[in-house]
């Protein structure tokens, strides 16, 4: 064959021959189109083009007019083509568009995650979104004026945006006027280095963006001064105000673009301001929109209406009005605390958002309103049974069968052609003797060139040479050779069917048993370790191959052969190297009939790997049934393209043919990618009478136009099709016979089979054979079919199936239909069921299997009263199907193959069939494509991977992805869980090309799949959820009163020990009953004893106070606050100080002097954005008049940077601490009362809140005590902290205890363990130190970061035998799991388990329990997570389903009593039962600090009173809820311990279809999901759960993370997530308590703030 260019094929190299053939099937397939094709196919040849051919590669006219014509015929035939199908499609979209259907959010990507073509990229760099995708904008034909109007403002958010999410290059970043930050985090300087160093990883993938033109520069920067006029004016004017009276014509022409912009929902936003409108816009880049018409996100007030609107920036935040919050209306805090949320988050008076992300929830929202195609069954249920029985609910109007029961198909008798060899090994010996030069096997090479052909002679005496090594030469002496019956493995690939064929028939002869195998590639080829099982579970030690195939296999560096993984050592012979026999030597005796022949393996759906035993019995039966059903005769040639070694292939082209003395041709697969037709070639050239193939290989045959013409069929009596039972198969043969029809081949030369690697051959359709009852068709509903009932349909049904028959039943053999599921009933006769079948030739038992085996080798179908049909065991074939009239076998899917959803069976092949059916046909990458079910929630859920063809872009996947979705649903009534679609070539393959189906699920629930587009659908396909709890709200609190009262259970009660009376007529302790008279009386009793050292990240000591230094140090402080200050007895000083030393002097300055402290981290000088404001704000809510702090950080506070971020005038008056007077106290205060505030301790909880509470006197002196006692600190003692010292029990121990108590404190600030990890645990060592005292996050930072250090650290000398105490200080539920990890790692330097407690404090108490130094250890329970959503405590055993263990938060403080309370009722609650913490103790806060309180708010928040039981207490409501739980355990009182467990706080809880929900436990399940999620967390937008994950790992991994997290949240939450955001490494704010700020995570999302790698929206 010569080329247009004059080169002949034959003369190229073998790898260009190949690539030219990829080439012509991409050409044929429509994969490239025909100028690429040339362009790719001149490329190649270029270096083989002669010299005298000077014209280009291009092909000439004619070529191309034929090459087009080719393609017009070829590139949609398809395996799976069915024009029915196809028009079926086609109109199920059609009627789709006619309907009003919701518009799909499309997922947000990252550029370096992103998929677009060239031409794409050149449109319309600079903008960032689609004109009709954003809220801003609804026409999706923008004029070109509109979008010059349009873009000044877009600008405004992200100055110029490329395609995709990135931010702003600074250098052409035109600063918009600060807006007033509301936004509130906590925050640490580490925290901010963290922030510091995720920017710096994000510029990795961003590029530098050109400039604006100048006219809109110019534009830009005078809106911008405009708009700061009007707001400097307040200026009022209205967006649509057309009679505006401005003198400035900019103003007006802000005025048009605004207008411009709002044509959409003017109605909403009539009285917005322009200067609110203009300031509103977040100032971030908008994400990635793709570009489509969206009819369904113009108005978002629905999904706004809750929400509070801002003020303008210049308003100072105003505390003192009844802001409302997001929070529930029970909650009583938020009337006390203030709710600061994102940059302006929402604008004033519309409740309609501006941010892209809440279109797309909005979209989201619209698309889940349709009602789902099932009602959720009517009845709340909270067993895992229920939920099974709810998916698989039967339809009552389902069609049932009604025919009479289906007997047993009886095959012909089996009638043996006289003179057939008894046995393989007698008709290898006749034909070896007898006609020895005859040839029995040849193979093609890729050059389609005959080799030289193995004859029967030769493969006599290589199989005995085989034989005769195995039995005699395998081994050194002493050493176990190979016996009859061993398992010897066969590994040869595709391309020697001669090396096969002789050493398959020397095992055979030797009496050894083979176990064919694929050759493995890789070390890590798909499946491999399945192989290695199989081998293993054969006890394989011995593998025969080829020279040739043993130089390909990967090897070490010594050479030797890898050890694949999971496979047993192997020792490996090479057949061709085997020395001659003796001429005396025979082979064993007589082998029995019974005993194994081969084993075959078989692989389920999940890829587990069983190998069937053939006996020789069952072998040679099946070789005389095949050859009496496809009257093979001897010297036959027959043409085999299938695999060899296994199934059809090697029953027909291996056994059958050598005993009826035929000669096979084999076609390799290698040839058949790189010339289709060549099998049909060498038909026609050697008149071969029989070829058995798959339908594959016919509908490539099709393509192969160019070839038809030397095609001749004529010669063939037998087209044996291996596949035959796929009902798809159908199309391929109807093609097939309609091409070559004309070119000889008979319609009765098509022969179908059904074949399992169980039972072998089921049946085949018998050649030759005409008339009546040879061959049948059916057109059958599929709806019907669904239901596993049989329902002829019209012909011209678009819902049909039409099915091909796979012949009669096998001579000799018997087969049965029977019930898929339950015992094996015989079905009736309009039944689908799996066919049976009972015949001696059939495959035995599954090697080492033994239940396996019983199930379904042994099985015997029941009548319908129950009692076996008949003596006989049958088989079960895994094959399902019926028997039509004249007991023709009908095959309709498989049992591996068929997907159990909602009840109904839909067949994997008949879905394949509708996806490619979808337009584009083309867009799956040569119809690559995987389909498969995994269980979730107790029902199957269907996912599509496919592949997509190259460069596609986003919006195309993404139109296609809905495509598919509409068509399945209207076609099959059935929804797609997931579509994945994968980047071309990148599915697993099997040996042969095909796609490894059970490789392509592992790695999917792995997420290893690194797919390129997702759409998870779990809203519409997940219809057996729970019912949403109802609350009875007429049980009222007497009645549960009762009950507790009637079932015996007492009331949740507990108290601390008594703190021990105190004699109020004691002069010392009137005169020292306050802490800052405490410090001046140590400083006279014991002036030079240390109580404060503070270290630096090496473990140095920066700076020491003894109490005399300290009492000083206050002296000064408070001297230049009179001197300076002018201060008044209870005026507010905000303290700006990094933790230390200054910290603690500039606090009892404060008290000496009576003003109120009030301590704030100071901002990071790198991170001002996101700090500053919190200081601000704090400053501002606290009234503070004045300012304390050192040089730098005043510094800081009044730089041009802080500028950008608040208003640097406005700061009160600030005082430089560094340069003290050296003078003494002159006037002297006189002693404050003990109701007295002593200080403002100011906190952002996780939920945003900002709380101030204010601490009086007697509270802190109390607090104080009760820690003495509990802890039992003296002034010997040395306490080391490493926490956050501003604010809780962290403050507490920072600057009183020490004061109180006298002990020496070890001060360790957290940022100094970020830089060194080891410095807490190595000063705890270093000091000897009893009682130590931190936060989760260094407990963590000593975790992760100290894993590997542990034998350096015991080298050192580190050793914590000496700890009795280590507490952890918290606010949360006890983390459980990093406790755990932090014992367990440190237990090998002496840290004892017993050691690691938690504590517990909130805002109305910052410490309610503490372990203490002689308390009893403390309690672990475990509960149930599914009682807990509604709000129940039920106990169950560790390792029990669904169970949460949670550890008790220590022990209640001397002077501390508590109570359970329902939080919505204020009843008491009962022991055990879950409810809201109330506390009474004199350490309680004494109120939220508000400009001016509410006494009924303030009396029902710290004077709560119980409906029921003692209401005459007064009691303090935390927010947490918990339970208290007597115990065994004994106090020092000899009373019973009561346990106090923390479950979660209530502002935090998600309560989702009625249940209530700890955002804690669904993030420990996503954690759980896959290894690379390094954190997460979760929050609630408008009902819908959004979950954020940091990737630890590569980009392209960011969407295997979105099925695995859907999947586990529905799993083990029942709830479905609606969208999945996936981030970089710290991204998720945490607070310096190590607790994440899901709320300010929450606001950054809506704000577009995020920067995610991608945003998947689930429908």
């Not at 959720?376 to 939920?387: A, F, K, S, W």
């Not at 070829?691 to 001749?712: E, F, M, P, Y």
């Not at 159990?900 to 083309?922: C, F, Q, Y």
């Not at 079910?933 to 859920?941: N, Y």
């Amino acid at each position: 064959m010569t080329l247009d260019l004059g080169i002949d094929v034959s003369s190229l190299p073998t790898d260009v021959r190949e690539k030219l053939a990829e080439l012509e099937l991409e050409l044929s397939e429509g994969d490239i189109t025909q100028k690429g094709y040339e362009k790719k196919r001149s490329r190649l040849l270029a270096p083989y083009i002669t010299c005298h051919q000077n014209q280009s590669g291009a092909a000439s006219p004619s070529t191309r007019a034929k090459r087009r014509a080719h393609r017009r015929l070829t590139r949609h035939e398809s395996r799976y083509h069915s024009e029915v199908r196809q028009e079926a499609v086609q109109q199920a979209l059609a009627a789709m568009q006619k309907k009003p259907k919701p518009s799909l959010p499309m997922p947000s990507k990252r550029t370096s995650v992103m998929a677009t073509s060239p031409n794409r990229d050149r449109k319309r760099v600079t903008d960032s979104s689609s004109d009709d995708d954003s809220i801003l904008n609804d026409s999706s034909s923008t004029t070109p004026e509109h979008d010059k109007n349009l873009r000044p403002f877009s600008v405004g958010q992200s100055i110029t945006s490329s395609d995709t999410s990135n931010t702003s290059s600074p250098a052409h970043e035109v600063q918009v006027p600060p807006p007033r930050i509301i936004a509130v985090q906590e925050h640490s300087n580490a925290l901010a280095a963290q922030q510091i160093s995720r920017n710096q990883h994000r510029r990795k993938h961003q590029h530098s963006q050109p400039p604006l033109p100048p006219h809109q520069q110019q534009i830009l920067k005078q809106q911008l001064i405009n708009a700061r006029i009007s707001r400097e004016n307040g200026s009022s004017n209205n967006t649509n105000n057309s009679n505006n009276s401005s003198n400035n014509s900019n103003k007006n022409n802000i005025n048009s673009n605004i207008n411009n912009m709002n044509i959409n929902n003017s109605n909403n936003r009539d009285n917005l301001p322009i200067n609110d409108y203009a300031n509103n816009i977040p100032p971030t880049r908008p994400e990635r929109i793709s570009s489509r018409t969206d009819s369904g996100i113009v108005n978002l007030a629905d999904v706004m209406q809750n929400l509070t609107p801002s003020t303008t920036y210049n308003a100072q935040p105003d505390v003192t009005s009844n802001a409302q919050s997001i929070r529930d209306s029970r909650d009583l805090q938020s009337d006390f605390s203030i709710y600061f949320e994102g940059l302006d988050t929402y604008s004033t008076g519309t409740g309609t958002g501006r941010w892209k992300v809440s279109a797309k929830i909005q979209q989201l929202l619209n698309t889940l309103k349709r009602p789902k195609r099932r009602p959720l069954p009517e009845y709340y249920v909270d067993d895992e049974t229920d939920l099974e029985i709810a998916a698989n609910q039967l339809d009552p109007t389902a069609p049932k069968p009604e025919g009479s029961t289906m007997m047993p198909a009886i095959g012909e008798q089996l009638m043996v052609p006289g003179g057939l060899p008894k046995t393989l090994e007698a008709a290898l010996h006749r034909y070896g003797s007898a006609t020895f030069k005859a040839p029995a096997a040849t193979v093609l090479d890729t050059n389609s060139k005959i080799s030289p052909p193995l004859t029967y002679g030769k493969l006599l005496s290589r199989s005995r040479k085989i034989a005769y090594n195995l039995l005699n030469k395998i081994g050194n002496k002493g050493e176990l050779s190979i016996k009859p019956g061993d398992r010897v493995a066969l590994i040869f690939p595709n391309n020697d069917p001669i090396g096969f064929m002789s050493a398959y028939y020397g095992c055979l002869t030797a009496g050894v048993v083979p176990v064919a195998i694929e050759v493995p590639l890789t070390r890590r080829d798909a499946g491999s370790q399945q192989i290695g099982f199989l081998l293993g579970s054969c006890n394989v030690a011995f593998a025969l191959t080829s020279e040739a195939c043993h130089k390909g296999l990967p090897k070490t560096a010594t050479g030797e052969i890898h050890t694949f993984k999971g496979w047993p050592k192997l020792s490996w012979l090479i057949i061709d190297t085997l020395g001659k026999p003796p001429k005396d030597w025979s082979p064993p005796s007589r082998i029995s009939e019974e005993a194994p022949a081969y084993i075959e393996y078989s692989v389920d759906r999940d890829g587990a790997m069983k190998g069937v035993t053939v006996s020789r019995n069952a072998m040679i039966s099946h070789c005389r049934a095949l050859t009496g059903s496809c009257n093979y005769t001897e010297g036959e040639i027959m043409i085999c393209v299938l695999d060899f070694k296994r199934e059809v292939g090697l029953w027909h082209s291996i056994l059958c043919s050598v005993l009826n003395g035929m000669h096979v041709i084999f076609i390799p697969y290698a040839l058949m990618k790189i010339n289709p037709a060549s099998w049909m070639l060498v038909i026609t050239k050697y008149k071969a009478s029989v070829a058995i193939c798959k339908s594959r290989d016919l509908h490539w045959g099709l393509l192969a136009t160019k070839d038809h013409k030397d095609v001749n069929l004529s010669s063939l009596r037998m087209l044996l099709v291996a596949d035959g039972s796929n009902p798809w198969s159908l199309s391929s043969c109807d093609q097939f016979l309609n091409v070559f029809h004309s070119r000889g081949l008979r319609v009765e030369a098509m022969c179908p089979c059904a074949v399992s690697a169980e039972a072998l051959t089921i049946s085949v359709r018998r050649p030759g054979r005409t008339g009546i009852g040879s061959t049948g068709r059916g057109v059958l509903s599929m709806s019907a079919l669904s239901y596993g009932v049989i329902r002829v349909d019209q012909e011209n049904s678009l819902t049909s199936l039409t099915l091909q028959d796979c012949g009669h039943v096998l001579p000799g053999a018997i087969a049965a239909v029977v019930k898929i599921n339950g015992p094996p009933h015989l079905c009736k006769t309009d039944e689908v069921g799996e066919i049976c079948l009972s015949t001696t030739a059939a495959g035995s038992n599954y090697w080492g299997l033994q239940g396996l085996t019983n199930s379904i080798f042994r099985m015997q179908p029941l009548n319908s009263d129950g009692h076996p049909f008949s003596e006989q065991t049958f088989v079960r074939t895994g094959l399902l199907g019926f028997m039509g009239p004249g007991a023709l076998v009908f095959v309709c899917g498989t049992r591996d193959g068929v997907m159990t959803v909602s009840g109904r069976k839909h067949n994997t092949d008949d879905l394949i069939a509708t996806v490619l059916a979808v337009e584009p046909m083309k867009f799956v990458y040569r119809g690559r494509i995987a389909i498969f079910a995994i269980k979730v929630l107790r029902d199957e859920r269907i996912c599509v991977i496919a592949e997509q063809r190259p460069d596609c872009t986003e919006e195309e996947s993404f139109q296609w992805m809905s495509r598919v979705l509409q068509a399945v649903d209207s076609i099959h009534q059935v929804g797609i869980y997931c579509l994945a679609l994968v980047p071309p070539n990148c599915l697993p393959k099997t040996p042969l090309g095909g796609i490894h189906l059970s490789e392509v699920k592992r790695r999917f629930l792995e997420g290893a799949l690194h797919p390129a587009n997702v759409l998870m659908c779990p809203h519409t396909c997940v219809t057996n959820l729970p019912k949403p709890r109802e609350v009875h709200t007429e049980i009222g609190p007497a009645s549960v009163m009762v009950g507790n009262i009637v079932q015996g259970v007492r009331l949740a009660v507990a108290q601390g020990r008594d703190v021990g009376s105190i004699e109020e007529d004691s002069d010392t302790t009137r005169k020292y009953q306050f802490i800052s008279e405490i410090l001046k009386w140590r400083a006279t009793t014991s002036p030079d004893h240390n109580i404060h050292t503070l270290l630096n990240s090496k473990g140095g000591e920066t700076q020491t106070l003894s109490c005399s230094q300290l009492f000083k140090r206050a002296e000064r402080v408070a001297c230049l606050l009179l001197e300076r200050g002018k201060l008044n007895t209870g005026d507010h000083v905000a303290l700006i100080y990094s933790p230390g030393i200054d910290l603690i002097c500039a606090f009892y300055g404060c008290l000496f002097i009576g003003v109120v402290p009030v301590t704030i981290r100071p901002p990071h000088p790198q991170n001002l954005q996101t700090t500053l404001p919190t200081v601000r704000m704090i400053v501002d809510v606290s009234k503070s008049v004045l300012i304390l702090s050192t040089g730098p950080v005043i510094k800081l506070l009044k730089s041009k940077e802080a500028g950008n971020v608040v208003d640097i005038k406005g700061w009160p008056q600030t005082i430089d601490t560094d340069d003290l007077p050296k003078k003494k106290l002159t006037s002297i205060y006189r002693a404050p009362t003990p109701e007295m505030i002593a200080y403002l301790d100011f906190s952002v909880s996780t939920t945003g809140m900002l709380a101030g509470i204010k601490i009086s006197h007697a509270a802190a002196t109390s607090l104080c005590r009760s820690m003495k006692l509990a802890c039992e600190l003296y002034p010997s003692r040395h306490i080391a902290l490493c926490l956050d010292s501003y604010s809780g029990l962290g403050f507490v121990l920072w600057c009183l205890n020490s004061v109180y108590s006298g002990h020496h404190s070890i001060l360790i600030p957290p940022s100094e363990v970020e830089l060194n990890p080891s410095l807490w645990l190595t000063t705890v060592s270093q000091y000897k130190v009893r009682d130590t005292f931190c936060s989760y996050g260094v407990m963590e930072l000593c975790t992760k970061g100290l894993g590997s250090s542990i034998q350096q650290m015991k080298q050192r000398g580190v050793n914590l035998s000496c700890v009795r105490t280590c507490v952890v200080v918290a606010e949360e539920r006890p983390r459980v799991s990093l406790t755990n990890s932090f014992t367990k790692l440190f237990q090998s330097l002496g840290l004892s388990a017993r050691a690691v407690s938690t504590s517990f404090g909130c805002r109305v108490n910052v410490a309610l329990c503490l372990q203490g130094a002689s308390s009893p250890d403390p309690t672990t329970v475990y509960v149930d997570t599914r009682a807990l959503r509604n709000d129940r405590v039920t106990l169950v055993e560790r390792g029990a389903p669904h169970s949460l263990c949670l550890t008790e938060s220590g022990k209640l403080l001397p002077g501390v009593k508590v109570v359970i309370a329902n939080p919505e009722t204020k009843g008491h609650c009962g022991d055990s039962n879950l409810g809201e913490i109330w506390v009474q103790s004199p350490q309680n806060s004494s109120g939220y600090f508000t400009i001016y309180g509410d006494d009924s708010l303030h009396n029902d928040h710290f004077n709560a009173r119980l409906i029921t039981g003692d209401s005459s207490q007064s009691y303090a409501r935390t927010g947490y809820l918990g339970f208290l739980r007597r115990t065994e355990s004994v106090q020092a009182d000899g009373e019973l311990h009561d346990a106090i467990f923390v479950v979660g706080s209530l502002d935090e809880t998600i309560t989702l279809r009625g249940l209530r929900y700890h955002p804690i436990d669904i993030e420990n399940s996503v954690m759980r999901s896959h290894k690379k999620i390094s954190e997460c967390a979760v929050f609630t937008w408008t009902n819908l759960l959004v979950v954020v994950v940091e990737l630890d790992g590569q980009e392209n991994e960011a969407l295997d993370l979105v099925p695995l997290v859907t999947n586990v949240v529905l799993e083990e939450h029942h709830l479905i997530v609606g969208v999945v955001v996936v981030v970089d490494p710290g991204v998720v704010p945490i607070n310096s308590r190590g607790e994440k700020q899901r709320m300010h995570l929450r606001d950054g999302f809506l704000a577009d703030q995020l920067d995610p790698i991608y945003v998947a929206y689930n429908m």
